[in-house]
């Protein structure tokens, strides 16, 4: 079955480094997502990966895959305040659904 | 850039109450979706739909149905509402096409409370 997991919530300090991170189970998986959900707005789409990509770097971000322990992290550089958001990961399987986890509250101090 | 439009942003409704939720996006996408979203639990699909008047069960439908009679446009209705469907509610859309474009494209969001 789908299941993806996420640690509720984060906190750092600014200029330093968040990682992020998610398990899920469906090893058919195709395509992992991050989204970013900012209070009172809708999930925006940050990164993505392939499953038969290790990492994907893509800026300040950074993704990294673990197919073999279906483990997914997000390692965001230089944080700032602007990124305190929620943080969802979510993964494509069979058909057009995407199955997401719990989101992680990322709290970035100064 | 796709929009995805909800028409409104807080709702309070009565218990036993019709609601209708709609969504609307503007980029002829042939996919949308409801999630419900609520502290701790993530987003929960409520229901789905691949094309005009198709829809397909989530995995929370009870209490809900929907309506999509044209592409652009799909709407949640709650028969009769109830105070444990007070939630955030977020639709979405995807082309069917090559990934990476399946990532969804998701509306603000219609925060309901039903008292």
């Known amino acids: 079955g789908e299941d993806v997991e996420q640690s509720l919530f984060l906190s750092v300090r600014e200029g330093d480094s968040s990682v992020i991170n998610c398990t899920y189970t469906?090893?058919?998986?195709?395509?992992l997502y991050w989204y970013k959900q900012e209070p009172g707005a809708g999930l925006q789409l940050l990164t993505y990966?392939?499953?038969?990509?290790d990492m994907k770097q893509d800026q300040r971000l950074t993704v990294l895959l673990n197919k073999k322990d279906k483990h997914l992290s997000l390692r965001i550089a230089d944080t700032q305040t602007g990124d305190s958001a929620i943080y969802f990961c979510?993964?494509?399987?069979?058909?057009?659904?995407?199955?997401f986890g719990g989101g992680t509250r990322v709290l970035v101090k100064p | 850039d796709v929009k995805v439009t909800q028409s409104s942003r807080y709702l309070v409704k009565r218990t036993g109450e019709k609601v209708f939720l709609e969504c609307v996006q503007d980029?002829?996408?042939?996919?949308m979706f409801w999630y419900r979203q609520d502290p701790g639990l993530g987003l929960r699909l409520i229901y789905f739909?691949?094309?005009?008047?198709?829809?397909e069960k989530g995995d929370i439908p009870e209490g809900y149905s929907v309506s999509r009679e044209k592409k652009e446009r799909f709407s949640l209705i709650l028969e009769s509402a109830s105070t444990n469907q007070t939630s955030m509610y977020l639709c979405?859309?995807?082309?069917?096409?090559?990934?990476?474009?399946?990532?969804?494209?998701f509306g603000s969001g219609t925060r309901l409370t039903v008292v």
């Open positions: 980029m002829d996408h042939e996919n």
């Open positions: 979510a993964e494509k399987t069979a058909g057009n659904k995407l199955t």
């Open positions: 739909s691949y094309d005009v008047k198709m829809k």
């Open positions: 990966i392939f499953s038969n990509m």
């Open positions: 469906d090893s058919s998986s195709t395509y």
């Open positions: 979405a859309s995807s082309p069917t096409g090559t990934p990476p474009n399946y990532g969804y494209t």
